[in-house]
């Protein structure tokens, strides 16, 4: 099945973007955190707040206007993180899922084979008991190229639940799944994997998010490069998902973060198809080497939007930041306290903080 999009869009009003840090446009109702490292983020057990680095754990005990290196190549001296990672904290255990860039296989995608034979990039965890000083049940989990790890959850069972990926191969492409723990991250088990086929180094199923609904089902959207998000559902935390079909929110080819706020809300985080102005944008791929179909890669604008029930529907996109030509995305959230959001991106470097009270009318 090809599915078409339009993707050229009529204006429906700005967002304010009143002020900027380091020349990104900022919604009047953000504060700029210019310091605050990329994250992601997680309350350790004294109350101080964790960040994962590349190279080290940083820590802040006033809320993110100060930070110290609290421990310099935690996993191991000769591991070196990706952007690409998530952590948790909970009753007094840390976990983090990280891909090891020190391990990887040169990238060798041949245009002639449309494929990348060989190519490792492994997935890895480990868990602290002591607030990330000390690390222990560092592992790797599989050596398959892995694209992206966005989200981490704990579900209402204690279950923790992460999103991955795998490279495939004959033709190149990529699959979504999840590595879940019962036993808060000494061991992991993977779930089935999501195939939508496709071929190139940018396509298939690609960079998911999770959150887990209040019936018990977790939702997945997934990044693709048919001008949405498609969804997938799982009914047994995460074990085995099945895909839904399109998720309705529109979407560039770059990846989402759903985020369950304590409010209860929903919250995602994402880079639509087209600008919020109007407009047609650039289309890459279609080449079977970016991707077999050709796909709006537009990220120059970050935009949220909330559900207030159980991400059947969403309020209005709303561009949090913009940069002409500048790619804001991969997003990582931190509820640092109840309805103060911390937001920050891989790409682009945007570092905000956003009240979810300012945003709910």
């Known amino acids: 099945m090809q599915l078409m999009w339009n993707i050229v869009a009529e204006s429906k009003g700005p967002s304010p973007l009143t002020h900027e840090m380091d020349g990104i446009l900022l919604h009047e109702k953000v504060a700029a955190a210019p310091d605050r490292p990329m994250g992601p983020f997680a309350r350790r057990p004294d109350g101080q707040v964790l960040a994962v680095d590349a190279e080290c754990m940083q820590v802040s005990?006033?809320?993110?206007?100060?930070?110290?290196?609290?421990?310099?190549?935690?996993?191991?001296?000769?591991?070196?993180?990706?952007?690409?990672?998530?952590?948790?904290?909970?009753?007094?255990?840390?976990?983090?899922?990280y891909e090891d860039r020190a391990k990887a296989t040169p990238w060798n995608w041949s245009e002639e084979l449309h494929d990348a034979p060989g190519a490792m990039l492994p997935t890895c965890a480990a868990r602290s008991l002591d607030g990330g000083k000390t690390w222990v049940d560092v592992q790797t989990l599989y050596t398959d190229w892995n694209g992206a790890i966005r989200t981490m959850i704990r579900t209402k069972s204690g279950r923790i639940v992460f999103t991955t990926m795998k490279m495939l191969h004959n033709p190149g492409r990529h699959?979504?799944?999840?590595?879940?723990?019962?036993?808060?991250?000494?061991?992991?088990?993977?779930?089935?994997?999501?195939?939508?086929?496709?071929?190139?180094?940018?396509?298939?199923?690609?960079?998911?998010?999770?959150?887990?609904?209040?019936?018990?089902?977790?939702?997945?959207?997934?990044?693709?490069?048919?001008?949405?998000?498609?969804?997938?559902?799982?009914?047994?935390?995460?074990?085995?998902?099945?895909?839904?079909?399109p998720a309705g929110v529109d979407a560039s080819a770059a990846p989402g973060q759903l985020f369950r706020l304590q409010s209860g809300r929903i919250m995602?985080?994402?880079?639509?198809?087209?600008?919020?102005?109007?407009?047609?944008?650039?289309?890459?791929?279609?080449?079977?080497?970016?991707?077999?179909?050709?796909?709006?890669?537009?990220?120059?604008?970050?935009?949220?939007?909330?559900?207030?029930?159980?991400?059947?529907?969403?309020?209005?996109?709303?561009?949090?930041?913009?940069?002409?030509?500048?790619?804001?995305?991969?997003?990582?959230?931190?509820?640092?306290?109840?309805?103060?959001?911390?937001?920050?991106?891989?790409?682009?470097?945007?570092?905000?903080?956003?009240?979810?009270?300012d945003f709910i009318g």
């Open 268 to 357: 995602l985080l994402w880079n639509r198809a087209y600008p919020e102005a109007g407009g047609a944008v650039k289309l890459w791929g279609g080449d079977r080497n970016w991707s077999a179909t050709p796909v709006s890669n537009f990220r120059d604008e970050l935009s949220v939007a909330f559900s207030e029930d159980e991400c059947e529907s969403w309020s209005t996109p709303v561009v949090l930041a913009h940069k002409a030509d500048t790619w804001l995305a991969y997003p990582y959230v931190f509820e640092a306290e109840p309805g103060v959001v911390w937001i920050t991106t891989m790409q682009g470097g945007v570092r905000i903080t956003l009240r979810e009270s």
């Open 61 to 97: 005990a006033d809320e993110g206007k100060s930070w110290q290196t609290l421990v310099e190549r935690p996993f191991g001296q000769d591991v070196t993180l990706s952007g690409e990672r998530a952590i948790l904290s909970h009753n007094g255990v840390v976990v983090v899922a």
């Open 175 to 245: 699959g979504v799944l999840t590595c879940g723990s019962d036993d808060d991250g000494r061991t992991w088990s993977e779930s089935n994997l999501i195939d939508f086929g496709g071929n190139g180094h940018h396509d298939g199923a690609i960079e998911s998010t999770i959150v887990e609904l209040k019936d018990g089902r977790l939702l997945m959207y997934l990044r693709t490069n048919w001008g949405q998000f498609w969804r997938a559902e799982s009914l047994d935390e995460g074990r085995h998902w099945h895909p839904l079909g």
